[in-house]
C-alpha cells in the first residue's frame, strides 16, 4: 500500500477544503470499498479524509412527508429503522440483500453510493481496463464477461470502451423510489435527482458519477411515496450470501381496483447505472394486473440489450426476473 497523510475534520466545510487545497486526497467513512481498492493499487490517494465526525449521522422527517438518509449512517441502521421499514420496505428488502451483516454495519449511505464496479479487469492491475486507466482498451469484452452488463455499454471505440455494472443493491431501491442526492462542495450546496447520480460510461468511462470535484455527499431524500404496499425486490446471483448481483429488479406499484395506477421498475447488475426506462413503467399504467402485461414491459426493458458471449444469458433471466418481481409486488404470488 502506497503511503498517505491522514485528517478527521470536524465539520463539512473543513472536510470540504481538505479536498480543495489537497490534490489527490479522497473521503473516507466506512471504507469497505476504499480500503480494498487501495490494498489492489487501484486507488492511491496521498490523503484520507475522515469524515465520521461529521453532523450526517441522523434519519429525519422532511417537510414534505419523506424522510433524510444522513450520508453516514450505517446500511444495517438504515435497513432497520422504524420509518424506513414500515414506509421504504423496498429499500430496507434491498440493503439486506446487499454484502454480509458485517459490512452492513460499516458501509454507509453515502459511500454506498460510491462503489466502484466488481468487474475483474477493473481489478487486475496487469490487464487493460479503460475506467482504471484510461485509453488502454477493456479486457471485459473478448474476455470472460459472465458478470458484465447488457445494457448502455460503450464497446467503441476501444480507448473508451466499457461493459462494466454498477455493484449496489441500495442505488436500485433509490433509483426505483426516485431519490435525490444532497451535496455540498466549493460552490456551495446543490441536489441531484438520483437517475442523473450515476453515468453509463458513454466516452468516459472512468467517471462513474455526475459529483464534481471536492463535493460531498450530505444525505439522500425519499419522497413521501414509498409504495409501502406493493413492492418487491428480487437479487439473483451465484450464492445466496455476500454476492454481487447477476440481475436484480426493484418494483414499486400503486394499484386501486385491479388496476395499476403507478409504476416503478429499476434494474441492477444489467448496466453502468441503476437501469431505469420510465416510458416502459408508463406502459404499465391503467392496466389490470396481467402476466402479459408484464411480459410485454421485460420486453421493452430489455430492448437494445446486446450480451457478449458469457454473459448473454442475462438477457433472458432479467426479463423473467423482472415478470416475477412484478408479480411479487402485485401480490400474485408470494415474496421470495
Known amino acids: 500500500m ?25 473521503f473516507i467513512a466506512g471504507g469497505t470499498n476504499l480500503l480494498d481498492l487501495m490494498k489492489e493499487n487501484v486507488e492511491r490517494p496521498n490523503r484520507l479524509v475522515d469524515i465520521n465526525r461529521l453532523a450526517m449521522n441522523t434519519i429525519d ?11 453516514l449512517v450505517t446500511n444495517a441502521d438504515t435497513a432497520y429503522h422504524p420509518a424506513v421499514e414500515s414506509r421504504y420496505p423496498l429499500l430496507s428488502r434491498a440493503i439486506l440483500a446487499g454484502a454480509s451483516a458485517q459490512l452492513r454495519n460499516m458501509a454507509t449511505n453515502g459511500g454506498n453510493l460510491f462503489q466502484r464496479t466488481r468487474c475483474y479487469y477493473f481489478y487486475d492491475l496487469a490487464t487493460p481496463c479503460n475506467k ?9 469484452i473478448h474476455g470472460y464477461n459472465r458478470i458484465h452488463a447488457i445494457l448502455g455499454t460503450s464497446d467503441q471505440p476501444p480507448e473508451t470502451a466499457c461493459i462494466a455494472t454498477h455493484p449496489s443493491d441500495l442505488c436500485v431501491a433509490l433509483a426505483a423510489l426516485d431519490a435525490v442526492v444532497r451535496v455540498t462542495g466549493p460552490t456551495g450546496e446543490r ?29 439522500i431524500d425519499l419522497p413521501a411515496k414509498g409504495f409501502s404496499d406493493y413492492n418487491a425486490y428480487i437479487k439473483i446471483r451465484d450464492r445466496t450470501s455476500y454476492a454481487f448481483a447477476l440481475v436484480s429488479v426493484a418494483v414499486g406499484l400503486e394499484i386501486a381496483d385491479n388496476r395499476i395506477t403507478e409504476a416503478r421498475i429499476a434494474l441492477g447488475g444489467v448496466a453502468h447505472k441503476p437501469w431505469r426506462k420510465t416510458e416502459v413503467e408508463a406502459m404499465l399504467v391503467g392496466q389490470n394486473l396481467s402476466e402479459a402485461d408484464f411480459q410485454s414491459v421485460a420486453e421493452a426493458l430489455l430492448a437494445g440489450a446486446k450480451g ?8 433472458e433471466l432479467a426479463k423473467r426476473a423482472i415478470v416475477r418481481a412484478l408479480k411479487q409486488a402485485a401480490k400474485l404470488e408470494p415474496a421470495s
Open 132 to 140: 482504471r486507466e484510461p485509453g488502454s482498451g477493456c479486457g471485459a
Open 308 to 315: 457478449y458471449g458469457h454473459n448473454t444469458f442475462k438477457i
Open 2 to 26: 502506497n503511503s498517505f497523510s491522514y485528517t478527521r475534520p470536524s465539520d463539512i466545510g473543513m472536510a470540504v477544503g481538505e479536498l480543495a487545497i489537497h490534490e489527490g486526497a479522497q
Open 191 to 219: 441536489t441531484i435527482p438520483f437517475a442523473d447520480f450515476h453515468r453509463l460510461p458513454g466516452d468516459e468511462p472512468w467517471r462513474d458519477n455526475t459529483v464534481q470535484p471536492g463535493e460531498l455527499v450530505t444525505a
Open 61 to 71: 422527517d422532511t417537510e414534505d412527508g419523506g424522510l433524510r438518509l444522513g450520508a
